[in-house]
Every structure is written in structure tokens, then in C-alpha cells.
């Protein structure tokens, strides 16, 4: 998953305190977007233990947000929360086809009902791949997912390790427990 973030936020994100697998993440896949702009890429868990942190430390208890905390923190938090309502609500997860041209690969576990999860859930592990198609009733494209198997020239981010590394940060962070997740993810 995908994170653009502004290259002052970025600077601020990495000198938070966040747990050491998280940090190095952060540095694992970054690219320059644009001047002043990075794009940095980790797992949907990554993001999400991240979110967590964030919102511990830029919210009072009360809810308010803390006057101390950077502004830059702020900003991150709410980049961050934005690509994880696009994912969480990405047509793909849902077996679903979009208008356009779309080439993500999105790796996911297998969830009930035709349905996908960005987040272990004791299912099989897969990775959805975009096909593209011409729909001569809309006159546009429409890309379609299947799921496949990962391979082993799949990016880091398309390999289940990948994901699974950060899951006791988001057992812990989140509260994701097992029982509410679905069966048993150990590692």
C-alpha cells in the first residue's frame, strides 16, 4: 500500500517512536513522487500499527488533538488514514470490476462469501491481479481481479512474510485478536 506523504512529514514520521521493524520499513521502498513529496510504500498491517501509534500520540484522551505533537504528525496521520479507507474500501476485496485501467496488485486472505481481507484473518493468502478488458457496452475499460498464488517473482510486498512480520505489532496495537479475526494466525 501506497502512502504519499510530503517530505517534512516524512523526515517527522521516521524520528517517531515506532516500533524498530516498522521504522525500517519505512525506509525499505521510497520514491520520489514529486519535489518536496515522497511515496512510501509497506504492508497494509504496517500502516495500520502506524495509524495506531499516531493516534495515541497526536489525541488526548479526551479525543482533542494534543497542541504539543507536530503538525507534521497530524498530517501524516490523516495521509495515512486516507489510504486505509481506499484500501479497506477497494473494489478488488469485494470481487468487484472498476471503470478504467487499474494495475495494483493487491495482496489479501481469502475472506467468506467471495470477499477478501488486507488483513490476516486465518485465511489463504493471495494476491489479486488487475486484468483489463475494453467493455464495448460502457466504451471504456474495466479491470477485473482474480486471485492467484503468490510466486516467487513477486515484490516484497506481494509475499506473506512481508505481512506477517508485522503482525504481533498489530495484535498488540490494534487488539486484533484471532477470535474476532478469524482462526488462529500464529507466527
Not at 517527522?12 to 518536496?36: F, K, M, S
Not at 503468490?150 to 498489530?170: K, T, V
Request: net charge positive.
Amino acid at each position: 500500500m501506497i502512502v504519499r506523504l510530503t517530505a517534512g512529514t516524512y523526515a517527522t514520521l521516521r524520528q517517531t517512536a515506532l516500533p524498530p521493524e516498522i521504522t525500517e520499513a519505512l525506509d525499505e521502498d521510497v520514491h520520489g513522487a514529486v519535489p518536496g513529496a515522497v511515496l512510501v510504500r509497506m504492508p497494509y498491517i504496517a500502516w495500520a500499527v502506524t495509524r495506531e501509534h499516531l493516534v495515541r500520540r497526536t489525541f488526548t484522551a479526551g479525543g482533542a488533538r494534543d497542541r504539543s505533537v507536530p503538525a507534521y504528525l497530524a498530517s501524516a496521520l490523516r495521509n495515512i488514514q486516507q489510504a486505509i479507507n481506499v484500501r479497506d474500501r477497494h473494489p478488488a476485496l469485494r470481487s468487484l470490476a472498476a471503470t478504467g485501467r487499474q494495475v495494483d496488485l493487491i495482496p489479501a486472505w481469502v475472506g467468506g462469501w467471495g470477499s477478501y481481507c488486507p488483513r490476516p484473518n486465518g485465511g489463504h493468502f493471495v494476491v489479486l491481479q488487475p486484468h483489463i478488458d475494453r467493455s464495448r457496452r460502457l466504451g471504456m475499460d474495466v479491470t477485473r481481479w482474480t486471485a492467484r498464488e503468490p510466486s516467487p517473482g513477486d515484490d516484497w510486498c506481494c509475499q506473506e512474510a512481508s505481512h506477517l512480520r508485522f503482525w504481533p505489532h498489530a495484535r498488540e496495537a490494534l487488539h486484533w485478536s484471532p477470535d474476532v479475526y478469524g482462526a488462529g494466525v500464529e507466527q
